[in-house]
């Protein structure tokens, strides 16, 4: 077996691709929660370039909420791991030395508050998830159940983010730790708006409100990078570039941007200098992602499962579906929302589908598919209310959510079988096994799901209509034939 990637075997790296912070080298400033591939390939590894061309004491601090396995990787290995950035022309790796220290919530969650609490943390960044936040995905207010509840108490450890987070506040407040800036890098829509209401919430059953109006900024973010789920190759290529084994191996496609809104009152590190765009207003750019890049993520990862393509790369061969996407995008995404400034939302569009044709990046499609019910509303349904609302009829944004009602009925279009891997997957199945089995049944039994759809969308004639003539088409000629004559 070879050996472990680590700080005894770093000098046998290639020098090209080791990391420009070695752990250790810069004490802790920022905390992350949720330790997973995303962060480590796109916030940790701003952050490493940003101290490598400003310095600073900004390392990160990484909590795993529950699972183990890649905590145990990490710590294996020193804390460090390697990104492969996967090019159709080439390869190349990179071991990250961003990681100061690293911590288990679900097992000490104590410490993690005790760490809240240090002066020298002035971040705490985040990638959890829309799940993560529990919130009502239509209504946007926040799921106070049991456990979060009991986390609200004083005598017990917290087991839940935002327990740990107010619990922290609460021990940074005692410790007269000063200001701190929570920014969520979750793809959510106002992201840093929603981690401040959430808080507020929590604050002010704690009496932490006039103290939090003082001390604690929200900055909202727009994150971007495709990181595929690591398997076997990914680990195989890693191996091969390093000549070390590193079981906590990432890949990543080239292209990777962040948009930060600037209001850090204990400051942050340089990351305008690895290349993160800072800004007074992220909302534009957050739009422009969600709509254009993740709705269209989504759209070809529901179509291409169903039509039996296993990669998003794939699913963009089939006949018909470039051009439905730059339909979708030009005809229903692009008048829906105002870009950025200095942005042309079609040669936007254009980037994102040259990104998704890129061969290496074997992005599964059934895994974009997952938690619909979750990413539906930021990524479609907001497009097809605001044309709705223009007077316009979405086309294609509403074929995309009846490929979404044919994907969770679990099976594609040659019988084999589809996961639903969903929060709402029970209510999804019950509600379809209750349903007439013919388009009209399958749309009027999801449409009533009201943590999904809106009720002007749900009570909108037109939308019902559509879907129902988009689920007879797949129905009759699967999706395959239905894009090639609908393009």
């Known amino acids: 077996m070879s050996d472990l990637l680590g700080l005894a075997t770093l000098g046998r790296v290639p020098a090209a691709s080791r990391p420009r912070i070695t752990p250790g080298d810069a004490g802790a400033g920022i905390v992350h929660l949720g330790l997973g591939a995303f962060h480590r390939a796109h916030q ?25 396995t890649v905590l145990d990787a ?8 390697s990104v492969t950035t996967l090019a159709a022309e080439g390869r190349s790796t990179r071991v990250v030395g961003s990681l100061a220290s690293l911590h288990h919530a679900a097992g000490d969650p104590d410490a993690v508050v005790r ?15 829309e799940k993560g936040y529990r919130l009502d995905p239509a209504t946007g207010r926040l799921l106070l159940d049991d456990e979060l509840r009991g986390d609200l108490e004083s005598f017990r450890p917290p087991r839940t983010v935002p327990g740990l987070l107010i619990r922290g506040l609460a021990a940074r407040r005692r410790a007269d730790a000063g200001p701190i800036a929570l920014v969520s890098c979750d793809n959510l829509p106002a992201n840093g708006h929603r981690m401040r209401g959430l808080v507020d919430y929590l604050a002010a059953a704690t009496s932490l409100t006039d103290w939090m109006r003082e001390n604690v900024t929200f900055p909202g973010t727009m994150v971007d990078r495709i990181v595929p789920a690591s398997t076997d190759e990914t680990r195989s290529l890693a191996l091969g570039r390093l000549g070390l084994r590193d079981d906590a191996a990432l890949s990543g496609e080239p292209y990777s941007a962040w948009v930060i809104e600037d209001d850090f009152p204990g400051g942050r590190p340089a990351w305008e200098k690895a290349g993160a765009v800072l800004t007074g207003d992220p909302r534009p750019w957050e739009m422009l992602k969600l709509r254009t890049l993740n709705g269209v993520h989504s759209a070809i990862a529901y179509l291409g499962a169903l039509a039996g393509r296993e990669t998003i790369a794939d699913a963009l061969t089939l006949p018909g579906m470039a051009g439905v996407m730059r339909r979708f995008i030009a005809e229903d995404i692009a008048p829906s929302f105002m870009p950025p400034p200095g942005v042309d939302r079609i040669e936007y569009g254009e980037e994102v589908l040259h990104r998704f044709a890129n061969p290496a990046i074997r992005y599964r ?20 209310l605001d044309r709705r609302a223009a007077g316009a009829t979405p086309h294609w944004a509403i074929m995309v959510v009846a490929a979404w009602m044919r994907y969770a009925g679990g099976v594609d279009d040659n019988g084999r079988p589809l996961p639903l891997d969903d929060p709402l997957a029970a209510r999804i199945r019950a509600r379809l096994a209750a349903a007439p089995a013919t388009p009209a049944g399958v749309v009027d039994a999801l449409l009533g799901l009201d943590t999904v759809f809106a009720p002007e969308l749900a009570g909108d004639d037109t939308v019902r209509d559509l879907l129902i003539e988009w689920l007879t088409e797949f129905d009759k000629h699967g999706v395959e034939a239905t894009l090639a004559g609908a393009a």
């Open 44 to 68: 940790a590894v701003f952050t490493e370039d940003a101290m490598a061309a400003a310095g600073g004491n900004w390392g990160i601090a990484g909590v795993a909420p529950r699972s183990v």
């Open 74 to 81: 990490l710590r294996a290995q020193d804390r460090l791991y």
């Open 365 to 384: 499609t059934v895994q974009v598919a997952t938690d619909g019910s979750q990413k539906l509303p930021q990524r479609v349904l907001h497009t097809i």
């Open 115 to 129: 760490l809240l609490a240090d002066p020298a943390i002035r971040i705490v960044t985040l990638t959890v998830t």
